[in-house]
């Protein structure tokens, strides 16, 4: 008989890449000055955050549009954590290097949180 494979939180490419970069970001933000920190650091190490803390939410769920809701909150935080990005790079907080890094690794995220969203709606019937 065949041992069917629940799938794992850890196994999630999007979450395992948004809790990375969180972790990313976190080192970087942690060497900033105050006024940095407190301002634009704060929100971005929020919306980043966010990402992988709704991702794990929604996989926490039981309900098809319980999981959809939450996966949808961590595509709305990728959107802002660009933002932040953006902002960082302005300002003169972030290297072209970690600007570059950053990009491509939120980059990847909507993609992988759609797909995320279609196989929930693929298989779950409620």
Known sequence: MEQKHYLKLGE???YKNAFHLSN????IVIEWDWFAKKTVGDQFVRAVDSISANIAEG??????KDKTKFYRYAQGS???SFDWNE???TRGLL???QYGHIFKELDK????????????NANLTK
Do not use: M
């Not at 995220?109 to 929930?120: D, F, M, R, S, Y």
């Open 12 to 14: 999630i490419k999007a």
């Open 24 to 27: 990313y970001i976190w080192d």
């Open 59 to 64: 996989f926490g769920r039981y309900h098809k």
């Open 78 to 80: 990728t959107r802002e």
């Open 87 to 89: 902002k960082s790079k």
């Open 95 to 97: 290297t072209e290097a």
């Open 109 to 120: 995220l909507p993609k992988g949180i759609n797909a995320l969203i279609k196989a929930t």
